[in-house]
């Protein structure tokens, strides 16, 4: 020890600051305050009092409408979906308490898994705890040293994280732009092992992917394809497989991923795969075997949610039928869209900055209705964006009412 510093010999220091792992947040502390002291409420810490419906909640005390949230398609109050989770809960108990490789495999696992394959039309299920560990598990075990990572700069945070969990080298290229996704491919050396991930819908604006010609690009430089499908799934396509299944192109996909926490309306995460050898995931995929599984309740209404969305074409033209009048409704106002017409059920409006957003996302909850409020790092460009998500549940009524309030709210906020 002679020539380092011991315990005792350490300067003492006085600064508060130093050494202090958190001082890295202080800006994002400030902005915090500095939005708080305005007087607004926090837009990130709103409470669901009472969840009345899919559609409707009380918070603060208020009736509110349901703007903001992934239910797509209305699943989460299904008569047979509590019903599946309530009879699980009490055959099977409240968790499994271990891992899918261990204890943590039950019945309810599997017909999850059958669901999932039934859906989709594949060969393969894989359930995991979590969307965003299916990700993780999927894109860092598949894609290793030596291999090359193509992938959509404005990924999802679980296909980044993904990418930084594993070994493989990460070229990204501008959203949604073909020319620029060849590029990438072209320079990568012919023998090494490609992955391409895209996302059927992009959640922050609501656009969709050009898949059609993404995916035959990438298999002329014979890369495989993964489509993480999160917000499409249920809803679009002829039978709700996503963005891949509506443009033609989902047998030529070698990996959707999904989750539950949509509109399945519960929670957990998935890849379904057609590759022979895809069932070896089970026990290589660190965040599938890692972890504990999901409890019998969950996959419970899992499956049965699963197996409802497969018959569910009337709920989706009503779904599509919302979006675009909220869309045009939205447009009409004078508000600034994410896109020129409807693609999905995200709608999402542009704020000039975060405090008339705070203000706008304020506005709208005194008049009893709940958005998202999304800002960077989340939404691309910097944006601060006011994010309207529709459910299947939500009445032309309320659709009429939803555009009243964005009316009003916009006219005292001050942006139209
Ligand atoms: N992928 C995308 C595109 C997402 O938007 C999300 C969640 N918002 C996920 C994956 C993760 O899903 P989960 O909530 O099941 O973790």
């Not at 009345?52 to 208020?62: H, K, V």
Request: net charge negative; with cysteine.
């Amino acid at each position: 020890m002679s020539e380092g510093i011991s315990q005792s010999d350490r300067p003492v220091t006085h600064d508060a600051e130093k050494g202090d792992l958190f001082s890295k947040f202080d800006p994002l502390i400030k902005q915090r305050e500095d939005l708080l002291e305005s007087g607004v409420e926090d837009p990130f810490n709103l409470v669901m009092e009472r969840v009345l419906s899919p559609t409707q909640a009380i918070c603060n005390g208020r009736e509110t409408i349901l703007l903001g949230t992934y239910n797509y398609m209305g699943m989460t109050f299904d008569p047979d979906v509590v019903a599946a989770g309530k009879q699980a809960l009490s055959d099977y108990g409240s968790g499994t308490t271990g891992s899918r490789v261990l204890n943590g495999t039950y019945q309810g696992h599997k017909e999850c898994e059958e669901a999932l394959k039934a859906f989709y039309g594949m060969d393969h299920a894989m359930v995991f705890s979590t969307g965003y560990q299916a990700n993780l598990g999927i894109i860092s075990t598949i894609a290793g040293k030596g291999d090359y990572i193509v992938l959509d700069i404005d990924s999802h945070a679980s296909i980044w994280d993904g990418c930084s969990l594993g070994n493989a080298e990460i070229v990204p290229f501008k959203h949604n732009d073909i020319d620029a996704m060849e590029k990438r491919l072209r320079r990568i050396p012919e023998e090494a092992g490609k992955l391409v991930v895209l996302e059927g819908v992009y959640s922050m604006l609501g656009d969709i992917a050009p898949l059609k010609e993404m995916i035959a690009v990438a298999k002329k430089y014979d890369a495989m394809v993964l489509v993480d499908e999160a917000h499409s799934m249920g809803f679009i396509g002829e039978n709700g497989r996503g963005v891949a299944e509506a443009q033609g192109v989902i047998d030529d996909v070698d990996f959707v991923i999904g989750t539950f926490s949509k509109s399945v309306g519960t929670v957990g995460g998935f890849c379904v795969s057609n590759h022979p050898k895809f069932e070896i995931m089970r026990l290589v995929c660190r965040p599938y075997v890692f972890t504990a599984s999901l409890p019998p309740s969950v996959v419970a209404t899992a499956a049965t949610s699963i197996r409802k969305l497969m018959h569910n074409a009337d709920k989706r033209k009503h779904l599509w039928d919302n979006s675009q009048r909220l869309h045009a409704g939205l447009k009409e106002r004078g508000f600034t869209l994410g896109t020129e017409e409807a693609q999905s059920a995200i709608v999402a409006v542009i704020m000039p900055d975060l405090e008339k957003g705070a203000a706008m996302w304020e506005a709208l909850l005194k008049e009893g209705l709940y958005v998202n409020l999304a800002r960077p790092p989340a939404t691309p460009a910097n944006m601060t964006l006011l994010r309207c998500s529709l459910c299947a549940e939500h009445s032309e009524e309320q659709v009429g009412t939803i555009l009243d309030m964005f009316e009003r709210a916009g006219k005292t906020v001050g942006i139209i």
